[in-house]
């Protein structure tokens, strides 16, 4: 897929300091960060305001979690000389972002997010009535547009966020970037490209907008995209004009699952911290062992001599990211014909978790034995990340009027 700008190869995402890491952010998420670092140009951020939208009455360890979450990334193999590291509060053109799409975005909208209404109910004993926690889904929106990357790699519960996202990039991109006269500052930016490509575009634009031909809108953009000489304003012209719409100043991103997009806990729900069924990427092996052997299975399978069904045991959730087809046809068929036993199930679960876990969390120690070398990494990134940053809010300024020179 190629994106508005040719960005297509940016890839933004993040995760809040509130504890940890577990298996559900590795398999969820960094996973698929540390496999696209190398493909694309990566921007990864500790979500410290986040963390406060849900733990605001105890801030004091946020600092330090966002540090030990940093050390999780980089030992779980995230390689700060191919992504850009940073914290959210210290690229405070966020905060502005944020405020500027809050005067475009009807409550609505905030209202509807499943996550919304979902977190009040579930996390009863914490004060979610509070003006941050209805704007977590913008304020995340803020985080993902500055960048214009192409795609957020996230587990499924982010999913919601990033379709909003998309639809305060439209809103954005109708109200503003209906500029006058863009149909002939379009056509003038086209005739920059080249009789032949200026053919090509229009036919494109045409099978598109007619006949909502995909295939035709991507060779339209891929054209655009491959243009050494067009200004950045021009380009988000021409993409505009190619989908019907005003000049595309914000990118709309799509979500980029894993195989695992939601990681079940030890007891089958959906592993999170707020639940207590995690198993922590830097958790003692002895604990994890401890932990696997005593989670749950299948509830009907009472004795050992009892036949058991591997879909409603939390264990084969396990067995399903973690073995190979053998094992798995062994613990199947040795459940549903009782010829094995559940501790003797969770042996191959316990090895592989802890294999996993052995090299992240050696790597770890010896970060956490530098902070000194963290924390540059991380002052380096901030700034890259700022001047990204500054790039697009100067345009974003400017394109709602409130540039003062
Ligand atoms: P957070 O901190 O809750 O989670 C971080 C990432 O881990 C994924 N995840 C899971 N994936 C699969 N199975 C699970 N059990 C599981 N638990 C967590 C999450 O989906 C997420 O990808 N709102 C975000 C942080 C954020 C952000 C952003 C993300 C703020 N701004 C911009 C992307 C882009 C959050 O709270 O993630």
Redesign the pocket.
């Known amino acids: 897929m190629v994106s508005a700008s040719g960005q297509n190869n940016r890839i933004?995402?993040?995760?809040?300091p509130?504890g940890r890491l577990h298996l559900?952010?590795y398999?969820?998420?960094l996973k698929n960060w540390v496999k696209l670092q190398h493909e694309y140009d990566c921007f990864f951020f500790v979500?410290d305001w986040?963390a406060l939208t849900t733990h605001y009455e105890d801030t004091g360890d946020v600092a330090s979690r966002a540090w030990d979450m940093i050390i999780d990334w980089l030992a779980a193999g995230v390689n700060p000389g191919s992504a850009t590291l940073f914290i959210q509060s210290r690229v405070p053109e966020h905060a502005e972002l944020h405020l500027l799409l809050s005067m475009i975005t009807p409550l609505s909208w905030l209202e509807r997010v499943p996550t919304y209404k979902d977190q009040q109910e579930k996390l009863k004993e914490r004060d979610l009535s509070t003006y941050g926690f209805l704007g977590y889904p913008l304020l995340?929106s803020a985080?993902?547009l500055m960048y214009k990357p192409g795609l957020?790699p996230?587990?499924?519960?982010?999913v919601a966020?990033v379709e909003i996202t998309r639809e305060i990039a439209r809103r954005f991109n109708h109200s503003f970037g209906r500029e006058p006269e863009f149909e002939s500052r379009a056509e003038t930016a086209l005739r920059k490209t080249g009789k032949k490509n200026a053919r090509l575009f229009r036919e494109m634009r045409k099978r598109w907008q007619e006949q909502g031909d995909e295939e035709s809108l991507e060779v339209a953009r891929a054209m655009l995209s491959s243009q050494q000489n067009l200004t950045k304003g021009d380009r988000e012209r021409l993409f505009g004009y190619l989908e019907g719409g005003g000049r595309e100043i914000l990118v709309e991103p799509e979500a980029l699952l894993t195989e695992?997009?939601?990681?079940p806990?030890l007891d089958g729900q959906?592993?999170?911290k707020s639940y207590g069924n995690t198993i922590g990427l830097r958790e003692p092996l002895e604990s994890v062992e401890q932990k696997i052997r005593t989670m749950p299975t299948d509830p009907a399978r009472v004795r050992r001599s009892d036949p058991g069904t591997p879909e409603k045991c939390p264990l084969w959730e396990f067995h399903k990211i973690y073995s190979d087809k053998d094992t798995q046809e062994w613990a199947h068929k040795g459940c549903t014909t009782a010829g094995i036993g559940c501790l003797e199930c969770k042996g191959p679960v316990i090895e592989a978790v802890s294999n996993e876990l052995r090299p992240i969390q050696s790597r770890a120690q010896e970060y956490e034995e530098d902070p000194d070398a963290v924390r540059s990494i991380i002052q380096e990134g901030c700034e890259t990340a700022r001047s990204r940053a500054r790039e697009t809010l100067d345009e974003v300024r400017q394109i709602m009027g409130l540039q003062y020179r």
């Open positions: 933004v995402s993040g995760m809040r509130t559900g952010n398999h969820g998420a979500a986040h995340q985080d993902i957020v996230v587990g499924e519960d982010q966020h695992t997009p939601k990681m806990g959906k592993m999170s």
